[in-house]
């Protein structure tokens, strides 16, 4: 009677969320893909692959694969590996200082990328990085020791953006183990780091790897890191190649770039096909079943402190000092290393003059909207679909699965344009609905993907239980399927809705007076390099982006323990 | 010749009659259409459009669209039937090929007469107002008067190795097109623009994407000096910049204006157009903004600016821009 394996016909259900799914993504790629064949630089032309020739002909562009395969592998592998450690010591162990811990795992989430890469370059410039001028004072170093203009420097910040999406798959998939595995271990006499790593680890093999897949996928279509820390080093990946493309030239050709484009979206398509293949036996990762479950807590014994230090120690470097340096350039009149002059001058002009611009006021009141609004409906969505992608294990739900990846996977300096050249063939151009709706289906993604690790590791039995006993469809995913993925939900709902507080590549091209954003009005003060003005609305942006992390945490915990 | 003068005077008083009945008549026209969209990629205009309010009760509502946003957006919406905007502000290149695809309408504004021949179309359709100046800028913390160049050779010295900020000459199209006005209006020879360039890269200068980003750098002293934008110097005020009083000219991409062929509110645009252009409008757009404008005497509040030269680049085709991207590239690397 199980719902799996393959069935050979698309069942009604499925076919409706893929149809829903696919109005919602296909129609802007697809626009780009036309204007990719097209003569010209508008969506439909004649017929040419002209576009092709050229780019995928270019000289540079096996380096910059290159330096494109390290960025976005290397961002990945780290953002992962420290969202595995954080996680565990937050969900999994006794350690002091949780809620702390977890906000700051997820505060990179809610800060402009732009924003959050700018800080890192006043913090590690080799000219005079304040933690560069810092090191070389007190170690009496001649040299800088870090050049964040480099390789290394774009993995360090990228990964660190990256840690919430990685941190927010992993923590719910910890917190859904069935702790009695692991006690197994040990009953068996394995050490606690045997169990961690022949029993804890490959439980949580599939929130790992859609850990992994989403940072690279993400990764290869990030701009703010590569533009700002990539270009000065001379370190070019595939999204600063497209701006070459089009910021190369008064007509810019977005076809010439979505022919880049349609690279990364079928690499991304590559990626969620291999990762729905290593997942495919589901049921070896069930750890919630009809016995009951609890992820037991872990004593840390004597290591309970020094790890608390350390971890506090790397997040005040990574995390804290970035943010702090936001706080004080929005402070200072104009951008300048800390100094006793800087101190005397500080000045709250900054923050008055965000606080009363009547744009930047109407712009937080629309992407509040949008990210509550956006955020709610996106993961009710969401909820659906990636029940579809676990249970129903069928050639549909492998295409609902491709299909939901598809905005998301295109360079989000391109995705925007082709958002465009499809809504303003809709009643919905310039008004707030076409950014709703934009949002919605290119970062479903963020929804689904903590949502589907999360419903791999609840066993069927129980629906079947419902089943059983009487319950339909609804009742049995409203009463048994929903409050078993609460962790999931929260953690979706959260990613999407400072997604949406602080999205940027669609609003730039979408928004219009009356439905202007807070990213918008940010790029708007970047593109001047009025960094004061940046730093206060970024912060405003976090408040906002914590009090709903905290609320929907608190949400999730209350609905919890009712449960 | 008594007898003439009261005939005069008459004929004064009809035609100032008709001007102004012309002109109030635009007004109540654009008053009944009520508002006027403007899309631009100019900073920070909103007292312009405050101002207009105040002055006409027309509400004029601006759209900031990226340079590289702007094409895209405006041929999306023009070829859809949908375009928004009623009055188009961008570089000139970008409103040529505009012009071309019959986006624009000519307009001769009344106001246009006070600037100089070279900036109205003969086409009647665009109106240059201005040049997006660019020069040497520096941090006068850092770098004093005396140090700073002279001559745009200058910054080929080695003393500046490791302290120049520019937006990268590979991909952005309006420093490629300022390098190579400075081949065709400042240097004497090919073989010293050569030299110019050459000597610049053994520098090393820091590259950004656009112009937009580099007075921060010069800013925080990571690099002190720049080829930028003196217009910063007014919007990062009080940051310690100065621009480098050069004995050549300075160059820059015009800025011009025009009516949009489909435009919802034609009147209210030809009202926004004139007041755009008057010596009011222009003020403030050098006070605000620190533009450089072509309205006669109407300077930034930079101190010497006034005494520069200012002139305008021409307009490279997208063939030109592609070679001198791929010679730049060989140059500078990247």
């Given at each position: ?172 998939a ?26 804890t680890f490959p439980i949580l093999r599939p929130a790992i790897l859609a850990s992994l ?62 990762y729905?293949?290593l997942t495919?036996?589901s049921?070896r990762y ?167 690790s999360?419903?791999i ?107 | ?334």
């Amino acid at each position: 009677m199980r719902m799996s394996g393959l069935r050979p016909r698309i069942s009604p259900l499925t076919f409706t969320f893929v149809l829903i799914v696919g109005c919602l993504t296909v129609g802007p790629v697809l626009m780009l893909i036309l204007g990719s064949f097209s003569r010209g630089i508008g969506a439909f032309g004649v017929f040419t692959v002209e576009k092709y020739i050229r780019v995928y002909t270019d000289p540079s562009l096996p380096k910059i694969l290159l330096n494109t395969a390290a960025f976005t592998v290397g961002s990945s592998l780290f953002a992962t590996a420290l969202a595995l450690i954080l996680a565990y010591l937050n969900v999994r162990t006794d350690i002091p200082l949780k809620g702390l811990f977890h906000l700051i795992s997820i505060t990179p989430m809610m800060i402009p990328h732009i924003v959050f890469a700018t800080s890192w370059v006043l913090l590690l410039n080799p000219s005079n990085g304040i933690l560069n001028l810092l090191l070389r004072e007190v170690l009496g170093l001649k040299s800088s020791p870090f050049d964040i203009y480099s390789l290394g420097g774009m993995i360090l910040v990228e990964g660190l953006l990256d840690l919430p999406i990685a941190y927010l798959i992993i923590a719910p998939a910890m917190a859904s183990f069935d702790a009695a595995l692991e006690e197994a271990a040990w009953v068996s006499g394995g050490s606690k780091f045997r169990a961690l790593r022949r029993v804890t680890f490959p439980i949580l093999r599939p929130a790992i790897l859609a850990s992994l897949a989403l940072v690279i996928v993400r990764s290869l279509a990030a701009f703010a890191v590569p533009s700002v820390i990539g270009m000065p080093g001379r370190v070019y990946v595939l999204t600063t190649y497209i701006y070459r493309l089009i910021s190369l030239g008064f007509m810019p050709d977005y076809g010439r770039a979505a022919a880049v484009g349609v690279s990364v979206l079928v690499t991304s398509t590559v990626l969620v096909y291999v990762y729905r293949r290593l997942t495919a036996r589901s049921e070896r990762y069930v750890t919630i079943s009809a016995r009951g479950y609890k992820p037991a807590i872990i004593g840390l014994g004597r290591w309970r402190y020094p790890l608390s230090f350390l971890t506090s120690l790397l997040f005040l470097v990574l995390i804290v000092i970035p943010v702090l340096v936001l706080l004080y350039v929005s402070l200072i009149p104009y951008v300048m290393p800390p100094s006793a002059k800087a101190f005397s001058m500080m000045t709250l002009k900054h923050w008055n003059y965000v606080l009363h611009d009547p744009l930047s006021l109407r712009a937080l009141r629309n992407s509040v909207f949008l990210a509550l609004v956006g955020a709610t409906l996106g993961i009710l969505l969401s909820t659906f679909v990636s029940y579809i992608i676990v249970r129903v294990k069928s050639a549909g739900s492998a295409l609902l699965e491709s299909l939901a990846f598809f905005s998301f996977s295109f360079p989000g300096l391109v995705i925007g344009i082709g958002f465009m050249w499809f809504f303003v063939r809709t009643p919905l151009y310039a008004t707030i609905w076409a950014l709703l709706i934009g949002y919605i289906a290119t970062y479903l993604p963020y929804g689904i993907r903590p949502l589907t690790s999360t419903f791999i590791q609840i066993s069927e039995d129980l629906e079947e239980a419902s089943k059983v006993a009487g319950g339909g469809f609804l009742y049995t995913f409203r009463r048994i399927v929903v409050p078993l993925a609460i962790p999931g939900i929260v953690s979706g709902w959260i990613l999407m809705a400072s997604m949406f507080l602080r999205e940027l590549s669609l609003s730039a091209v979408l928004s219009r007076p009356g439905t202007e954003v807070l990213a918008v009005q940010i790029l708007r003060f970047a593109d001047d390099s009025l960094w004061g003005q940046v730093s206060a609305l970024g912060i405003v942006m976090i408040a906002l982006s914590t009090t709903m992390v905290t609320l929907a945490t608190l949400v999730g915990k209350h609905i919890g323990k009712s449960k | 010749m008594k007898r003439w003068v009261p005939a005069l005077v008459g004929l004064l008083m009809c035609l100032s009659f008709v001007a102004f009945s012309h002109g109030d008549e635009l007004l109540q026209k654009a008053l009944q259409e009520g508002k006027v969209v403007f899309y631009a990629n100019i900073t920070a205009v909103e007292p312009i459009m405050e101002a207009f309010y105040e002055k006409y009760g027309v509400v004029a509502e601006y759209t900031r669209i990226s340079t590289s946003k702007y094409l895209p957006t405006v041929l999306t919406e023009f070829g859809a039937g949908k375009l928004l905007a009623d009055v188009l502000q961008a570089p000139v290149p970008i409103l040529e090929i505009l012009k071309k695809q019959g986006v624009l309408a000519p307009y001769t504004s009344p106001v246009a007469s006070a600037y100089p021949e070279w900036t109205m179309d003969p086409d009647g359709i665009i109106q240059i107002f201005g040049i997006e100046y660019v020069g040497i800028i520096y941090n006068k913390d850092v770098i004093s008067p005396e140090e700073a160049p002279k001559r745009y050779q200058d910054l080929t010295d080695p003393k500046w190795y490791g302290k120049i900020v520019m937006p990268n000459p590979t991909s952005h199209a309006t420093t490629i097109s300022w390098l190579i006005g400075l081949k065709e209006k400042v240097f004497e020879t090919e073989d010293e623009w050569w030299d110019f360039l050459q000597g610049l890269a053994a520098n090393e200068p820091l590259f950004v994407k656009s112009f937009g980003p580099t007075p921060g750098p010069i800013e925080t002293g990571e690099r002190p000096i720049g080829i930028s934008m003196p217009k910063y110097i007014i919007t990062h005020a009080p940051a310690p910049l100065d621009w480098a009083r050069l004995e050549q000219p300075l160059l820059g991409t015009p800025r011009g204006i025009a009516l949009s062929s489909v435009a919802a509110h034609p009147n209210a645009a030809k009202l926004f157009i004139d007041y755009w252009l008057s010596e009011e409008a222009m003020k403030l757009l050098v006070t605000n903004v620190g533009e450089y404008v072509l309205y006669p005497g109407v300077y930034p509040p930079i101190e010497g600016i006034k005494d520069a030269t200012v002139l305008p680049v021409r307009t490279l085709s997208e063939e030109e821009l592609e070679y001198w991207a791929e010679k730049f590239r060989e140059i500078f690397g990247g």
